[in-house]
């Protein structure tokens, strides 16, 4: 199962040099994230939406521990939020208001929902 986690935007910009990175790439794994930029390719965002599909165990681990990472619950994309442990909600919720990201789902929603809500919110600032 993949794992989605908010991450700072790392780098400059600067193409072969300094690119633009989630968090993530610092760790080898695989993944896939979205950074929504602008005409002139600038972040629109400070944070990202990042999908890690293939980790290993040490790097979940300083995944977890690094401040630049928020890990999203770790569950499928159909469950619902009022079936997700209210702790972990509870985390989640505080992770998306520190980056800004609207907060108003509701336990009707599904996990897929709430990453949607997130990527439509990393384009519409």
């Known amino acids: 199962m993949r794992r989605y986690y908010l991450t700072d935007i ?3 910009g600067e193409a072969d040099i ?3 990175r989630p ?3 610092e760790y080898g794994v695989n993944f896939a994230w979205s950074m929504p930029s602008s005409a002139d390719g600038l972040p629109l965002n400070n944070w ?4 890690v599909s293939l980790a290993g165990d040490a790097a979940l681990a300083a995944m977890a521990a690094d401040p630049r ?3 999203l619950p770790f569950v499928a994309r159909e469950t619902l939020l009022a079936e997700i442990d209210p702790a972990a909600v509870a985390v989640m919720r ?6 800004r990201i609207d907060v108003g789902f509701t336990s009707a929603a599904t996990f897929g929902d709430i990453l949607d809500n997130i990527t439509w919110r990393s384009n519409h600032p």
Do not use: K
Request: negative net charge.
């Open 94 to 99: 505080d992770a998306l208001a520190r980056r």
């Open 69 to 71: 990472l928020d890990a």
């Open 10 to 12: 790392l780098g400059t």
């Open 48 to 51: 990202g939406l990042v999908e």
């Open 18 to 20: 300094d690119e633009f």
């Open 23 to 25: 968090v993530p790439a």
